[in-house]
């Protein structure tokens, strides 16, 4: 839905509120009127039912008002004088129509000082458990996010099995997009394993733009600072298809909201503005060789030729991992070991043993062409090890526009920026208007995995919109290794316990302070409740 729309939808929302109440208002010593403006009816109908004015708020923001509807459905007719199951039930059911029958047909009396307690214990208890839902809710979307690490594109500053939290609030948290989704869930309800959330997946004829009209627009609360190159951010992948992981070619039978998009994890190694290349696996922005962050550690993969007649047992390549850091995958293949990932001291290090011949490093040739790297055109003699150079979009920024670059930008303009574009002859026509230059709307980012031959990124699917930002880990509360191995092989890097996730120098955890002042916290509870008994 557009903002018109939205707000066309809001106000008949609002009209059928105020007919189905404004008898009830009267009856609560109120004006029928006030039943009928926007807001202003939600702030007298807290009054009414004897709750806070900011319960107003909560109405508001999507996903939470998903719980907080049913609340108030429930509150106004017990405000009313109808406490049974039954009217709780109708309330629920008719999605609060059942105000027209309390406004229109019953004799109900207002019940003034209607105490809020409630009168069982599952009440009780239901009353508990919904607000610490909207609560978790509330916090979880706007603010902090939780987040598992699932791969090893950021290994050795971001290990397989950490437990990160995410700041909203860094770059801005984003308003939820999908109105009706399940809280605190991605895209898939656990255990159902079924969507979690109402999504009109009919899918229209090729070529032509799709809108869902229970999506709501892009909105984003402003943020207290940029991404920055370097930033390990979390985003939405930008292709459509889940279908492979390893085929990037939009496909909307697998089409998702954005919001709805799978998360990753990865470094923004580019902003808006920059100029960047890849060379044998390192990044150069502006013509100058990327430095990054002390705790950042490239990889890459190696092959080591053995000595005649020297192999090594299982045993032996799991001690070498443990030795030189090598985690993951490493294995044997007739006399040569693969490195998928290794770091470049490991591999000074590793090249030292008496079995080891050589190492050679994997990397494809410059100029050769692989047709899973962006903008997967012939034309863009690519790949992983050597690509670009290329621009990163800025909003604002006016480009030429031709054949030659169109690929590389055709994704921008149709998919993210919603215009039309066809092509007749040698001219390009967008919003069928001719067009030999193009104005980017949004700004864009290139995001990369530290592990570069082990790492689905930008350098497959292109460029990150904005738009499509979650926010920035800062704490890792939690890591286990193994964490893919079944419980039993579970073990806590207490190292990584409680330490951030961005900063220069040393890894230093604060579990421990962290433990002492949570003590404190319970032990003066613990003395208040006691002093006041």
Not at 99 to 105: A, G, H, M, Q, S
Not at 288 to 304: F, M
Not at 501 to 525: C, E, H, M, Q
Request: glycine residues 6%; hydrophobic residues 40%.
């Amino acid at each position: 839905m557009t903002l018109t729309q939205w707000l066309i939808f809001f106000l008949s929302i609002q009209l059928v509120h105020g007919l189905g109440t404004w008898r009830l208002y009267i009856k609560a010593e109120k004006q029928a009127w006030q039943a009928f403006i926007p807001i202003y009816n939600a702030i007298i109908l807290m009054k009414i039912i004897n709750r806070s004015p900011w319960w107003t708020l909560l109405l508001f923001l999507p996903i939470i008002n998903l719980i907080m509807f049913p609340v108030i459905w429930v509150e106004t007719t017990r405000s009313f004088g109808k406490n049974s199951f039954t009217d709780t039930t109708l309330a629920i059911v008719t999605l609060g129509l059942y105000t027209y029958y309390l406004n229109y047909i019953a004799e109900v009396t207002y019940i003034k000082n209607r105490s809020l307690k409630p009168t069982s214990a599952f009440g009780d208890w239901v009353s508990s458990i919904l607000f610490a839902i909207v609560a978790a809710t509330i916090v979880h979307t706007y603010f902090i996010q939780p987040y598992v690490i699932p791969s090893s594109s950021l290994e050795k500053s971001l290990l397989v099995g950490d437990f990160l939290l995410v700041s909203k609030f860094h770059y801005g948290a984003r308003v939820p997009m999908s109105t009706i989704a399940a809280p605190m869930v991605h895209d898939t309800l656990p255990v159902l394993n079924i969507k979690s959330y109402l999504f009109n997946d009919t899918i229209e004829k090729k070529n032509t733009s799709w809108k869902n009209k229970l999506q709501l627009p892009y909105l984003r609360i402003p943020g207290f600072q940029s991404i920055k190159r370097n930033d390990i951010v979390v985003f939405n992948q930008p292709a459509d298809t889940l279908k492979d992981m390893n085929d990037f070619t939009p496909d909307r039978n697998y089409y998702k909201p954005i919001d709805k998009k799978t998360n990753l994890v990865k470094r923004c190694v580019g902003v808006p503005g920059d100029s960047l290349e890849v060379r044998n696996g390192y990044v150069y922005i502006n013509g100058k060789q990327t430095e990054l962050p002390d705790r950042a550690i490239l990889q890459h993969s190696y092959e080591v030729i053995l000595k005649p007649g020297k192999s090594f047992s299982s045993k032996i390549i799991e001690t070498l991992k443990n030795k030189y850091d090598i985690t993951d995958g490493i294995y044997q293949s007739g006399n040569k070991i693969i490195l998928p990932a290794a770091t470049q001291t490991a591999v000074n290090a590793f090249k030292n043993h008496p079995s080891v011949k050589e190492i050679i490093k994997h990397e494809a040739n410059q100029g050769m062409f692989d047709s899973s790297t962006f903008p997967h055109d012939p034309e863009y003699r690519w790949n992983t090890d050597f690509f670009g150079p290329i621009y990163i979009p800025q909003a604002g920024k006016t480009i030429d526009l031709n054949l030659d670059v169109l690929p590389l930008y055709k994704r921008i303009i149709t998919e993210y920026e919603g215009n039309t574009l066809n092509i007749k002859g040698k001219q390009i026509f967008i919003n069928n208007k001719l067009a030999t230059n193009y104005t980017f709307n949004k700004d864009y980012y290139w995001m990369m995995g530290d592990n570069r031959n082990n790492s689905i990124d930008a350098r497959r699917w292109g460029y990150v919109p904005f738009d499509h930002v979650v926010g920035k880990p800062i704490f890792i509360w939690m890591s286990i290794k193994g964490i893919n191995d079944g419980l039993a092989n579970w073990r806590i890097r207490t190292d990584r316990v409680f330490t951030t996730v961005g900063y220069d120098g040393k890894r230093t955890s604060y579990f421990i302070p962290f433990a002492i002042l949570l003590l404190g916290w319970f032990g003066y509870n613990k003395w208040k409740k006691k002093k006041t008994s």
